[in-house]
């Protein structure tokens, strides 16, 4: 995957967001804080390098790049963290005011026929089955009309964080699905099972709210 595009403007917009949090989730000084993160900027530009450009169609190439810059953020700490911690860390890194914003707009259109049309598009596509970096996804509406779910049964984000040796700490990613959703403000989002921890599927569902 190039670098220049996404993966460069992704890199503008949450690295300092990451460094800020080094300090104020693991208590690094601002003269560490600094030198993790440059330290990981080469990381994540080798980690990018090494990863297949994604289709144009595949709307997940976002989730890899974000995950290609945690775990850059990681391997650059002095100490491993822990998946609790990692946990508050990605979220509140990622969690800026401009994501808080993207979450509200792409409320708004929750449950519409082009969100409803892309969702089944997105199942169709099994982006996986040719890039193991990305996703494969069933897609079922709820019988009662309350919402839907996107069921997964290939993930990139767990193909990536093995390959990186952080395996462990997969599950700090799958809980942004939460943070998102509650910013979203539409949904109450449910899920029982995600791969990371050893589960058949990661099941990410969306219910109305109200």
């Known amino acids: 995957m190039k670098y220049m595009g996404m993966p460069m403007g992704m890199w503008a917009l949450f690295a300092g967001s990451f460094q800020k949090q080094l300090t104020a989730v693991f208590g690094y000084d601002a003269d560490a804080a600094q030198a993790i993160t440059k330290k ?9 390098a090494d990863l297949p450009e994604f289709e144009k169609s595949d709307r997940f190439k976002m989730n890899i790049v974000n995950c290609a810059m945690l775990g850059a953020f990681i391997l650059s700490m002095p100490q491993r963290p822990a998946v609790d911690r990692l946990t ?56 009662d009309g309350s919402g839907y779910e996107g069921r997964f049964t290939k993930c990139g984000i767990c193909v990536l964080m093995k390959e990186l040796g952080l395996y462990d700490l997969t599950p700090a990613l799958c809980r942004l699905d939460y943070t998102m959703s509650e910013a979203g403000g539409v949904t ?17 569902g969306y219910k109305k709210k109200g």
Do not use: H
Not at 40 to 48: D, E, Q, V
């Open 40 to 48: 990981a900027k080469p990381k994540y530009k080798a980690i990018i």
């Open 88 to 143: 508050d860390y990605y979220a509140k890194a990622m969690m800026t005011a401009p994501m808080q914003w993207f979450c509200r707009k792409s409320g708004k259109s929750k449950f519409t026929a082009k969100d409803i049309a892309a969702m089944k598009t997105t199942a169709a596509l099994k982006a996986a089955d040719r890039n193991p970096y990305s996703w494969n996804m069933e897609f079922y509406e709820y019988p």
């Open 188 to 204: 109450n989002f449910v899920r029982q099972y995600t791969l990371a921890s050893g589960g058949p599927y990661c099941d990410c």
